[in-house]
């Protein structure tokens, strides 16, 4: 019976911050959900009843005031892996489990990672705009791009993203190095053919491609600044997939404008969208697309499936399969 599901708030069915409709077909499955707008509504007559809250793409946002709205919450459900968006502690202190989806992103976001720098190595977009462009005559001899095949690929954080990233840079027979906090297992270094790198800076300096694919914490925020372009190739490009906040967004501006690096390929920026008159959308050399390593379709359902399973746990009391704990 519906009246005997679990209440849920999520962000909305559709929309641009919803649920497409097969992904809400599935929480419908297994609760019965409200939307954001309508506790808003009415929350003292919603409020009370709901025991998960379901955010996908950051909504509902999870802010204080909402959560003292929802004395009956057990849970919050965020879809993907980060969590820098989550006040843990806070959340925790209210009696409530934090739950992530981790692994289930990450084929998505190591495609989107390597659609990136092919599409900035071999300038897609510009000749794409050449190509559809109604004034083109002929096609010039100029746009040149650099070559990814037997080049030298340098990965900041090789969890479980970062290593898919280097499984499929394997397939150009490029040259893979890594810096990690700790460092893999031989067996994982020899599978990718990836050698591990103590220092970032001689990570920076060798390579020709970089890929940031760290989390977001205190000690990632500003990871890449004036200091650390400075040490890359003239030639190189950098390619962040992970948070907008790991680069000094005015430092690479002057990077890229001085020539000091090549080019930046970028699924994430710091706020999102940019303003609309930040430098970074004027810049011939940056490929910039809107936080989209997870939208696929198999993906999106995926996500979902974890979040419920995880949200069904923590309502009936059972262990938590992808629980966050802070450290």
């Keep these: 019976m519906e009246e005997e599901k679990t209440w849920a708030l999520v962000s909305e069915v559709g929309g641009e911050n919803g649920y497409l409709e097969e992904a809400a077909e599935i929480l419908k499955q297994h609760f019965q959900i409200i939307s954001y707008r309508e506790l808003l509504e009415n929350p003292v007559l919603h409020g009370s009843k709901i025991q998960v809250l379901f955010m996908w793409k950051y909504y509902p946002a999870a802010e204080p005031w909402l959560l003292r709205l929802l004395p009956s919450l057990k849970v919050v459900a965020s879809g993907g892996v980060g969590i820098d968006h989550l006040d843990v502690p806070f959340i925790n202190s209210l009696g409530v489990k934090v739950v992530n989806t981790p692994g289930v992103v990450s084929d998505s976001t190591a495609d989107l990672a390597m659609g990136l720098l092919l599409a900035s190595a071999r300038k897609i977009i510009e000749g794409y705009q050449i190509a559809m462009d109604p004034r083109t005559i002929h096609l010039p001899c100029r746009l040149m791009g650099v070559e990814v095949t037997g080049s030298t690929l340098g990965i900041i954080g090789l969890g ?46 060798s390579s020709d491609f970089v890929v940031v694919a760290v989390k977001l914490t205190s000690d990632t925020t500003g990871l890449i600044g004036h200091r650390e372009l400075s040490l890359m190739k003239s030639t190189a490009t950098l390619v962040n997939i992970s948070r907008g906040k790991v680069l000094d967004q005015d430092a690479l501006v002057e990077a890229l404008k001085s020539g000091t690096i090549r080019a930046a390929a970028l699924d994430v920026t710091h706020p999102e969208p940019l303003p609309r008159d930040h430098p970074l959308l004027s810049l011939p050399n940056v490929l910039i697309t809107p936080h989209i390593g997870i939208s696929t379709y198999n993906t999106a359902t995926r996500i979902v499936e974890k979040m419920v399973e995880n949200a069904l746990a923590a309502v009936k009391g059972l262990p938590v399969p992808n629980e966050v704990k802070m450290q």
């Design 160 to 205: 479980d993203i970062g290593y898919r990233i280097a499984q499929r840079s394997k397939g150009f027979e490029m040259k893979i190095l890594y810096h990690n906090r700790t460092r893999r297992s031989v067996d994982d270094e020899q599978a990718v053919g990836a050698s591990y790198c103590d220092s970032l800076d001689g990570l920076l300096r």
